[in-house]
């Protein structure tokens, strides 16, 4: 069983800064793509940033030059930094990653739980 579990989360005032992680745990042949979505109340969810296994990355145009994605791979760990925060950026954001598991191998799509973001104005 693949369980990926989001950290990170938290109230900020407009301007400030936080740094979301998500780490992957279970038996991991390996990752491929990784990404951030969001999802704020009566809306549905978005893609935030997303990056795949060799670093190629890209990202939503409402967080281009304010977030930045990046990933551990020797730890399966993924992060989102963000700056700049908007009273827009609030919501709760879930990782997730596309996993090879299994013999033979197979590749399946996980979530984590999400965290919540809220930034004041």
């Known amino acids: 069983q693949v369980q990926l579990v989001e950290s990170g989360g938290d109230l900020v005032q407009a301007g400030g800064s936080l740094r979301l992680s998500c780490a992957a745990s279970g038996v991991i042949f390996s990752i491929n793509t990784m990404g951030w979505y969001r999802q704020s109340p009566g809306k549905q969810r978005e893609l935030v940033a997303r990056?795949?296994?060799?670093?190629?990355?890209n990202y939503a145009d409402s967080v281009k030059g304010r977030f930045t994605i990046s990933r551990d791979n020797a730890k399966n760990t993924m992060y989102l930094q963000m700056n700049s925060l908007r009273p827009e950026d609030t919501a709760v954001y879930y990782c997730?990653?596309?996993?090879?598991?299994?013999?033979?191998?197979?590749?399946?799509?996980?979530w984590g739980q999400g965290t919540q973001v809220t930034v004041s104005s």
């Open positions: 997730n990653a596309n996993v090879l598991i299994g013999v033979p191998v197979a590749s399946y799509d996980y």
């Open positions: 990056i795949t296994r060799g670093g190629i990355t």
